[in-house]
């Protein structure tokens, strides 16, 4: 059984900072772990990958022989990952079978992963129920309203397209003051009254988008910063809550 | 008054081809026309911009200077605007007064304008009635219910967080089948069937969902091939009710 855990999130959120976070953490409690990268465009990590798709997929290749620009090359790079489904799904299973979870860090701009189809093909690869999305809530989105419902459909949308289990997290907290970082999590519980602040066309679909996200705070949305560390052991538990009932990591 | 059309959508969705095509469809009915590019890092464009932002910035040399990979020179090129916010707020201006409509294309990757905060700094620069969201649905995601109400909410979300009137247009439909068209379009009206095939987590906020693209029926989505031309009256159209009235272009 392969445990796998995807970080999505849009470009600067700190998906692979939560990586590497996060592989620190579950290590020194003890879990073993397969690390992969899914961006074929990213220049460093700062993590070691056991798996990574630029071992099949070399971006500044593409760039040349394509004659493209960064945008064209990225998603020309995010569809050639589907050419390369079975080696990949051979390689996490095979890592995967012996370790506790697998992390996986997605694409730096969430739209290659979210809207183009490799990323189905790879999600499928693997049952529902052990696999389980981290979706990042950038902090530089939800210190007012407009931009928490905007990010909090985005996580609706993403949950759709994907159709996995998901849990929430709100990444950089540091670059936040305690007062907004609460003010955030009570939006969670009832954005009513802050929409009724909401002009213009933002008031458009503000009482469905209100319902929506208040059936979403069913989901647990752990505030977290990589760089202190705080929140990481919420997530280090809602991660083995997943995948190993609460108990300790296994293997 | 600058009439201002800001043309947004995924990668890889058509905003570049649309602009083009729009320019040359609305030109010849006589509307005379602003064309800016915002996208630092697009390498070529088949339309001359009138106001350019790569006059501005220059991705490569971000690309040099920072010793960034592409997605983080995309990140800060995209942040770097909001040092030119007045430059291109003038140039745009300038040129918008003597224009019927300046037509913006926005960078490749959506969530650079949707979710950064340099375009909030244009877009309120200019005033709300006279601005108008052109949001692309890309024809690769509404061939199924999961994927047609994914693009929904991420329209909505754009929508909540720019706060500008927005019409939608479903593109490259050379590439669908003229049922799929329909069967997009009587989601649109009612999505309630569709969901009913959902299974597993997509089911979750489906419900609300629906509700939301119920709402949002009452925008128009108009079907529309940047290759063929099909649809571009209907936008043109649209356009001029916006802008002018639905009366002939006068500038």
Known sequence: MTNICYLVGTAGSGK???????QRYLTSKGASLTIVNLDPAVQHVPYQADVDIRDYIDYDRI???YKLGPNGAMIVAADLIADYITEIREDIEELGES???VLVDTPGQIELFAYRNFSLRITESFPIDSSLLVFLFDSLLVSNIAGFLS???LAA????RLNLPMTHVMTKIDLLKPNQIETALTWRENPYDAIEELSGMAR??????GQLVEVMSEI???PMSALTGEGLELLGAQISRTFV???DWLI
């Open 16 to 22: 692979t900072m939560l990586t590497s976070a996060l």
């Open 63 to 65: 760039v040349d022989e």
């Open 99 to 101: 370790s506790a979870v």
């Open 151 to 153: 990010i909090s459909l």
């Open 157 to 160: 949308s993403v949950q759709i």
């Open 204 to 209: 458009e679909f503000s009482l469905q988008t």
């Open 220 to 222: 647990p949305l752990l």
């Open 245 to 247: 009932a609460g108990e």
